[in-house]
């Protein structure tokens, strides 16, 4: 049985406080998210830090298939487009 991917969206990054992530979706509202102490965090595919995300930063989230808030990974990079919504 294949997983639903319904659980990863894109988005910009607006801040990250501690544990706290805030992005913008394609729709420009805000999402607050709450990163997990073990999240995957990339850039270009190189392994990185929630706190090395700067604002404008295009993000593409991965959240916990029970909890849409909390983010089990993000990825960064040239890979990540602006925001949209995919069909």
Same mark, same amino acid.
């Given at each position: 049985? /294949?997983?639903s991917?319904?659980?990863?969206?894109?988005? /910009?990054?607006?801040?990250? @406080?501690?544990d706290? &992530?805030?992005?913008?979706?394609?729709?420009?509202?805000?999402?607050?998210?709450?990163?997990?102490?073990?999240?995957?965090?990339?850039c270009d595919?190189? @392994?990185?830090?929630a706190?090395d &995300?700067? @604002?404008?930063?295009?993000?593409? &989230?991965?959240?916990?298939?029970?909890?849409?808030? &909390?983010?089990?990974?993000v990825?960064s990079?040239?890979?990540i487009?602006?925001?949209?919504?995919? @069909?």
């Amino acid at each position: 049985m /294949k997983e639903s991917t319904s659980n990863t969206h894109d988005g /910009k990054v607006v801040s990250v @406080a501690g544990d706290k &992530l805030t992005t913008t979706c394609g729709k420009g509202e805000q999402h607050c998210h709450t990163v997990a102490k073990d999240a995957k965090v990339t850039c270009d595919g190189h @392994a990185s830090k929630a706190t090395d &995300l700067k @604002a404008g930063t295009c993000v593409r &989230l991965t959240t916990h298939k029970d909890d849409k808030n &909390l983010v089990t990974a993000v990825e960064s990079g040239k890979n990540i487009v602006a925001t949209g919504h995919k @069909a």
